[in-house]
């Protein structure tokens, strides 16, 4: 049975955001995306600790659909290693889970 499970990556460049975002939905692999503000990440990375200004992507997807989604998002991602992070979701509605199905189905035009 389907559920949905809600998929995380950053890129530091808006525009590249937004075009994964958009890209990742009309290709059916996200029933949609959110594109957070700009904050702040600190990380590690080449043995020093790194800021950068990014900007989240958080994919709502199916089961199905989220390793196809990883495979898409990181071909197109700028990052040498993208972060990914795939979350469950509890308590979604049966209509909602219907739509995310629906929209994350690929269709014949």
Sequence with gaps: MASIVIAQ?????????????????????AAGV???????????WKDAVQHEREYRLSFKTTTERVDEL????????PYEVPQWIVLPTAGTS???LAWAVQETTARNS
Excluded: G
């Design 34 to 44: 959110h594109v957070d503000a700009r904050m702040t990440s600190f990380y590690w």
């Design 9 to 29: 990556t950053t890129v530091d460049d808006e525009t590249k955001a937004y075009e994964i975002a958009r890209a990742a939905v009309e290709a059916r692999l």
């Design 70 to 77: 990883r495979a898409w998002v990181h071909e197109r991602h």
């Design 94 to 96: 049966q209509e909602y």
